[in-house]
């Protein structure tokens, strides 16, 4: 197959039992930065569900996670009558890769990012009905708020789950981690693993490694993951952790918070071990129209959090979505396929 039937190929979405796509869908490739060959998906609800539909969700995962990963949520916001846009970040699920060891979680520049996300958004504008809401978890959070900073006015709303404003370091205070983060790439070890801890994700454990509450939905995860190692992606190099450093330091500029004037509301995990929330409590206070809710003993991924957990990511969605895109309300006309 040449190059350019390659990108108007169907892009596979991958399932298991228990955790199979939602009808509706088609996987797509769509030309990022630097002409890299990254996958997004889009769904349609069903018509007897919303004959019209109410808008479009626009799912962008966190660090590691590829589009499977979001099924189910996605098939909680087709239930509401919204199309469904998500996507792989370049680096992760069968989106290119960056390095040639693929479990490598790399990243080389913000404004690389970015401008993928712009492409998406007009790669599927002709098909995607507004109003437009932006869902994120963990990075992709960060790099929608990102976006709205720079003036994307496209997108009507946003709900970010547990941003990646200000990761947490364990240990180790965020001054010696920026030093060893600047050694290393002024070293030219950019591509090599933090720590050179490779963090095998085939060796996880619920027990060790789960970034949710609910072993059901972990060991679902899991089941995705075995049934399709290419969507693994293994620990972050030191161009991946300058990378997030760079982005929480640019999404938290007072300023730029502030001049954010879409509703944003912040669903943030209370047991978070991965991002402090006490920053995405500031972010939110200095939004112009910020929301901030904490879901109490969840984790950091709240998205795939137990049902009652979960209910509270859901409820934002619900208050976002019938202020923006009420239902029965048209959608913006010139924008439906």
Not at 125 to 145: D, F, T, Y
Not at 267 to 296: I, M
Request: hydrophobic fraction near 45%.
């Amino acid at each position: 197959m040449n190059r350019a039937a390659a990108f108007a190929a169907q892009a596979p979405l991958m399932g298991v039992p228990g955790a199979a796509a939602p009808p509706g869908g088609v996987g797509e490739w769509f030309r990022g930065a630097g002409g890299l060959r990254l996958r997004a998906a889009f769904w349609t609800p069903s018509n007897l569900i919303a004959p019209t539909p109410r808008g479009t969700v626009i799912v962008s995962p966190g660090r590691t996670e590829p589009i499977e990963k979001y099924f189910e949520v996605i098939g909680n916001f087709l239930a509401r009558g919204f199309c469904v846009l998500a996507h792989d970040w370049r680096g992760q699920g069968l989106s290119a890769r960056l390095l040639p060891d693929r479990l490598k979680g790399h990243a080389r520049a913000v404004e690389e990012f970015l401008d993928d996300y712009a492409r998406l958004l007009e790669a599927f504008e002709g098909r995607a009905p507004k109003p437009w809401i932006a869902v994120g978890h963990s990075m992709g959070g960060a790099l929608n708020l990102l976006t709205l900073q720079q003036g994307e006015a496209r997108i009507a709303g946003a709900l970010l789950s547990s941003p990646m404003l200000r990761i947490r370091t364990g240990k180790r205070s965020m001054w010696s981690v920026k030093l060893a983060v600047r050694w290393n790439l002024r070293h030219g070890r950019a591509g090599d693993y933090v720590l050179g801890d490779m963090d095998d994700p085939f060796e996880h454990t619920f027990e060790d490694d789960a970034l949710t509450t609910d072993e059901t939905r972990y060991e679902l995860w899991r089941q995705q993951l075995y049934a399709c190692p290419h969507l693994a992606v293994g620990g972050p190099t030191w161009g991946w952790l300058a990378f997030a450093l760079e982005v929480g330091e640019r999404a938290l500029k007072p300023r730029a918070l502030k001049s954010v004037g879409v509703p944003v509301a912040i669903v943030q995990a209370d047991d978070d071990d991965r991002v402090w929330k006490q920053t995405s409590r500031w972010a939110a206070k200095r939004l112009g129209r910020g929301r901030y809710v904490e879901v109490p003993g969840a984790k950091h991924e709240v998205i795939m959090e137990t049902d009652d957990r979960r209910a509270v990511f859901l409820s934002e969605f619900d208050a976002l979505t019938d202020y923006l895109a009420p239902p029965g309300a048209a959608p913006t006309v010139e924008n439906v396929a």
